[in-house]
């Protein structure tokens, strides 16, 4: 499996200012910034997946969708929650803010797709079977475990300490990786606690969870704080902590 941790910045910089992850080339975890990526790989993307309606993660969809737009059947689809679905209907989709899409794809050819992702309940997706777990966050969120049958990986953003997830991980022995956020340094552990995010020590007690040792990812690091979490992730002496960069793929 090959995930590639999108850029969203065109002056290259080393921070994520907006969460969008290319699985094999077809499937996004997240649009936060697939909208604003090469167009030849926009056009090779044919399901996204989202795991909250926060911006970070959906700004680029409407973009998106108007990138890869070529009048047929085929549309991208995208799966999410029905939290989700409803709010981009309502917030994005909505003729103000963008076009409303899911009225011109029943009058036209079709610009999306929407599937409705259930709590614990896979779906094939792109030859892939994708688990949405909610995870513990300040809106309904959903971390992923994308599995192709012989390597799967898990996506745990953006969430405060959670349980639900590890379990699956623990449990699955095809997990051979996981991309892990760490929002805020340890001095604002009062904010992460409030905006439910993970600090580095929170992040070294969920990385435990696992329960064996695997590759991690560290991933959602908040750019006004990236120094200051890098060093105490750093401090954390964890053998198989990668810290993520933007345009990185990653095989496992």
């Known amino acids: 499996m090959e995930i590639t941790v999108l850029s969203s910045s065109v002056e290259g910089a080393a921070h994520q200012f907006a969460a969008s992850y290319v699985v094999n080339g077809t499937l996004v975890i997240d649009a936060g910034s697939i909208g604003f990526s090469e167009l030849d790989r926009q056009k090779g993307v044919r399901s996204v997946l989202i795991s909250h ?25 995208v799966y999410a929650s029905e939290h989700v679905i409803e709010n981009l209907k309502l917030h994005f989709f909505n003729e103000v803010i963008w076009p409303d899409v899911i009225r011109l794809s029943r009058e036209e050819s079709p610009f999306i797709r929407f599937v409705t992702l259930t709590d614990g309940q896979s779906v094939q997706v792109d030859g892939m079977t994708v688990t949405p777990v909610a995870l513990n966050h300040i809106v309904p ?44 340094p340890n001095s604002m552990g009062w ?40 060093s105490e992730l750093q401090r954390l002496n964890l053998e198989h902590l990668t810290i993520s960069k933007p345009n990185q793929t990653y095989s496992f």
């Open 191 to 230: 904010l992460a606690e409030k905006a439910t995010h993970l600090t580095p020590s929170l992040f070294r007690e969920e990385y435990a969870k696992a329960g064996r040792p695997l590759p991690v990812v560290a991933v959602h690091i908040k750019p006004a704080f990236y120094n200051a979490v890098i």
């Open 53 to 77: 309606v926060h911006l970070d993660h959906v700004a680029s969809l409407p973009i998106f969708i108007d990138n890869v737009y070529q009048p047929g059947p085929q549309c991208p689809i």
């Open 141 to 184: 969120a959903f971390g992923f475990i994308v599995d192709d049958g012989t390597s799967a990986v898990a996506f745990i953003s953006d969430t405060a300490p959670t349980d639900a997830i590890w379990e699956k991980v623990r449990d699955n022995p095809r997990v051979k990786a996981v991309f892990l956020e760490a929002a805020f």
